[in-house]
């Protein structure tokens, strides 16, 4: 009973005790468990934004050590080009030579009758055939480099023998400014005239072995001028030129006169542009009035009769065009090349005591196919005439009463571009009898690169 | 007298519309400044994809552009030397003479790789400065890209805040595509090429690849029909994967050659527009690494 007694006291006594104890530790825990959540999400929300975080600073620098892997590479690379680069300026003294380039020309010739003046034409210079078989031809040694900030400089010398003697000829040596504005260019010195669109090429870029017979007739070859020139180029698009020549010297068909007022000046305008990718072209027109004295032919060879001078006015019109064409602009494998000039004359005046009223034309058509890297092929037509009247019968002057004209073939070969081997075939009409030709000719080119003249 | 004026400035100002004019001499840089310059110039590039750098002539159309340039951006090291002297002599244009501010020479400023120890014509065109077609290494672009954008600054200081956020600009998206092409390269190391010139060497250099042979024996000097002969020769117990070239290069040598060891004749854009879908310099360099990728393994 006692126990009874005592255990249902002792249960109530529990009871009252454990009950709010336990109930207390129920709430305890809940709030434990749903703090210790909120704990461990905190902890992952923060972990997970420094995991991101350095992810982020782990991909920052990993592309901050590839980009100073970069940098380190790069300036490696800078040190051993800077180090190349010093290696290469030790040649001090020699690095201000001009570029200096020698051209060797030679040919060997198969002509039956040949000429060396032209029928109803002043030979102007050394022009003609030449004879048959293997002659040197022209070594020519071109010097050029920028003179100062102002000035370009440029000097060619031409050797050659003839008849065993040795001639030095001073083909060009002038100088052009290159700071003036506004696309004007002054030239002085001996240059060639910007006369003809052939006349500022070197004969050694020519596409046959001879100058076409316009080129001979009334400029002796080439046109040079001692004197000043200045070309002015329009800003637009297409390209526009103009400019004017004035001529102290002596070249053909001008003359030395020894006074103030120059011998023989020359207006020109140049006009071209492109037609798409593949086509480029260019045309040109020029007049040259000379005042000549004295003008004898010849270039001193034969035994010229002291009269037989011209003294009087000699206007020359030239007009030419050139087209260029190659598959979509691409000129180093296939490209073809048209071109033509055109040639008027008119001289009035004393012509070896006589009155001479002179007119003459002229004119070539050409054209040149590159059909493979390497090798090329052309056709000439040229043809002068002479209208002189019937007084200069018995001169060198006497209308022949005929034109004088030629065809050419050529075929060419260019292992690189700094060498040429040509074979030539002309059918020479310039004399009354047909002349069967053969050339086969080298040019060979050292030292600077040649400019790629259009 | 102020009718002349008048008349003068009729003519100049059509031209003179926008703050620069740019002549450049190969697309990759007229790509580039049309990058870092936008709308704020007017470009004329010289050549296109399709025509051989070495070989152009001084023609009157590039002669007028010169003259009307206000900057000329070339490669260098020789690459136009037949033909940019003479254009700038020709012009008359003191603003864009070699020294000059108007004058930008790329080769200048990235490292040039194949100089030659000795020069000598008989080893055929070799440039004295060393292999001119520095455009594809990527590296050589973000060098060239710093330059230019200053220089562009220079001489249009009014929009130098201009240049200065399209270089930014444009570096960040070379940064990241270089990264995106970094991946990508792996696959193409040590891929064993024959070239036919020497048009690849900075991009072989830039993603190691193995270039076996160069059909050209000498550079510039078009191979000789012995010359592939011997090269066949060499090449027949180990074919390369193709024969790479660019799309002005002679494709005879390189077809005679790739159809005797029955592999492709691989031709690549090289420059902007040299194929359709290369249109600038990140889809050239994109172009690149796809037509290789194609051939690899």
């Known amino acids: ?454 | 007298m102020s009718r002349i004026i008048a008349l003068l400035l009729i003519l100049v100002s059509p031209l003179k519309a926008n703050a620069l004019s740019v002549f450049a001499c190969e697309p990759e840089w007229g790509a580039l400044v049309a990058e870092l310059a936008g709308e704020d110039v007017e470009i004329t590039v010289a050549t296109t994809a399709f025509q051989d750098p070495h070989s152009l002539q001084a023609r009157p159309s590039l002669i007028a552009a010169v003259r009307n340039a206000d900057l000329v951006v070339c490669t260098g090291a020789d690459l136009e030397i037949g033909w940019l002297p003479l254009l700038l002599r020709r012009a008359g244009n003191p603003a864009v003479q070699l020294g000059t501010q108007g004058n930008f020479l790329a080769a200048n400023y990235v490292r040039r790789i194949e100089i030659p120890k000795s020069i000598d014509r008989s080893q055929g065109d070799v440039h004295p400065q060393g292999n001119p077609h520095i455009h594809l290494h990527p590296r050589s672009i973000s060098r060239v890209a710093d330059e230019l954008a200053e220089r562009l600054s220079q001489l249009d200081s009014s929009n130098s805040a201009d240049y200065a956020s399209r270089l930014e600009y444009f570096q960040h998206r070379w940064d990241e595509a270089q990264s995106v092409w970094d991946e990508r390269i792996g696959t193409l190391k040590g891929m064993r090429l024959a070239s036919h010139h020497r048009s690849f060497s900075y991009l072989a250099d830039w993603l190691d690849l193995d270039i076996v042979a160069t059909l050209e024996a000498k550079p510039g000097i078009p191979p000789s029909g012995a010359q592939l002969a011997t090269l066949l020769e060499q090449l027949t117990p180990n074919p390369p994967v193709g024969v790479i070239r660019t799309p002005y290069e002679n494709e005879k040598p390189s077809a005679w050659l790739s159809d005797r060891l029955d592999i492709p004749q691989i031709q690549l854009p090289f420059t902007i527009g040299g194929t359709d879908k290369a249109v600038d310099l990140f889809s050239l360099y994109d172009q690149t690494l796809r037509i290789l990728e194609e051939y690899a393994n």
């Open chain 1, 1 to 454: 009973m006692v126990n009874q007694m005592y255990l249902s006291k002792a249960a109530v006594i529990l009871t009252l005790v454990i009950l709010p104890v336990a109930a207390v530790n129920a709430q305890d825990t809940a709030g434990e468990i749903a703090e210790l959540r909120q704990l461990v999400s905190e902890m992952r929300t923060d972990y997970e934004t420094r995991i991101s975080a350095l992810e982020a600073r782990l991909v920052a620098a990993e592309r901050a050590a590839r980009g100073a892997e970069r940098d380190a590479e790069e300036a490696y690379e800078i040190a051993e080009q800077t180090a190349v680069d010093q290696g290469a300026g030790t040649s001090a003294p020699n690095s201000y030579n001009p570029s200096i380039g020698a051209i060797l020309m030679g040919h060997y010739a198969d002509v039956d009758s040949g000429w060396d003046e032209i029928p109803g034409f002043q030979p102007g210079g050394e022009i003609g055939t030449g004879g048959s078989g293997f002659s040197l031809g022209e070594a020519e040694i071109n010097m050029q480099a920028n003179v100062d900030a102002k000035h370009f400089g440029n000097v060619t010398i031409g050797l050659h023998e003839d008849e065993g003697e040795l001639e030095i000829e001073l083909e060009e040596a002038w100088f052009q400014t290159s700071d003036l504005p506004a696309g004007i260019t002054a030239t002085g010195g001996r240059f060639f005239s910007a006369s003809g669109y052939l006349n500022s090429f070197h004969f050694h870029s020519d596409d046959f072995t001879d100058r076409p017979l316009p080129y001979q007739a009334f400029y002796g070859g080439r046109y040079s001028v001692d004197g000043i020139q200045a070309r002015w180029i329009a800003p637009t698009k297409l390209l526009f030129e103009m400019g004017a020549e004035l001529n102290w010297g002596g070249g053909f068909p001008a003359t030395g006169n020894g006074e103030t007022s120059p011998g023989a000046y020359t207006l020109f305008a140049k006009l071209g542009g492109d037609v798409g990718d593949s086509h480029s072209w260019l045309v040109g027109a020029s007049h040259i009035s000379a005042d000549a004295i004295e003008r004898s032919g010849g270039h001193g060879h034969e035994i010229v009769i002291p009269e037989e001078t011209f003294t009087g006015d000699s206007d020359l019109t030239v007009v030419d065009f050139v087209w260029k064409w190659a598959p979509a602009g691409n000129n180093s494998i296939r490209n073809f090349k048209i071109q033509g000039e055109f040639f008027s004359r008119a001289e009035d005046g004393i012509y070896a005591d006589i009155d001479y009223n002179g007119d003459q034309t002229g004119w070539y058509l050409q054209g040149v196919w590159q059909f493979a890297q390497t090798w090329r092929v052309g056709l000439r037509h040229d043809v002068v005439d002479s209208d002189n009247g019937p007084l200069l019968v018995g001169t060198e002057l006497e209308d022949p009463g005929r034109s004088s004209w030629r065809n050419s073939l050529m075929f060419d070969w260019s292992p690189s571009e700094f060498s040429r081997l040509r074979l030539q075939y002309t059918n020479d009409r310039v004399l009354a009898e047909s002349d069967n030709q053969w050339f086969l000719q080298y040019i060979m080119s050292v030292g600077a690169h040649a400019a790629h003249q259009f």
